[in-house]
């Protein structure tokens, strides 16, 4: 797969952060139209910002994983009467669409089996 010139890799970082095709063109000293058709016919454009993408989010879902298992964790050890314990997981897993957090949190059953909660 070709390279990616300088100001294409920045034009992708450009827009993951968010900034707007005017700025990205006006930043990079280049016309709006070029601009547009990296992102609607340019394949290794198109292809390297759905990686940037992806990298992008699967880093923020394994962040959200983990402080999720933290704090699962410190809520669990605080957490004295069981009556209590019971109460507060049955909360937290309403709050929760299960179909999402099935995929979002999977773990293999021997590490399930393996942790004491």
Request: charged share 35%; aromatic share 8%.
């Amino acid at each position: 797969m070709p390279e990616l010139k300088q100001n294409q890799l920045q034009a992708i970082e450009m827009i993951l952060e968010g900034k707007t095709d005017v700025a990205i063109s006006k930043e990079l000293n280049i016309d709006k139209s070029t601009l547009y058709r990296w992102k609607k016919e340019d394949v290794f454009f198109i292809s390297e910002y759905r990686k940037a993408s992806n990298d992008i989010r699967e880093a923020i879902k394994e962040k959200h994983r983990k402080l999720l298992e933290t704090s699962l964790e410190v809520l669990g050890k605080s957490l004295t009467d069981d009556k209590l314990k019971v109460q507060v997981a049955m909360n937290i897993l309403k709050s929760f669409d299960m179909d999402r957090l099935g995929k979002f949190l999977y773990v293999e059953p021997n590490e399930v089996i393996d942790k004491n909660y």
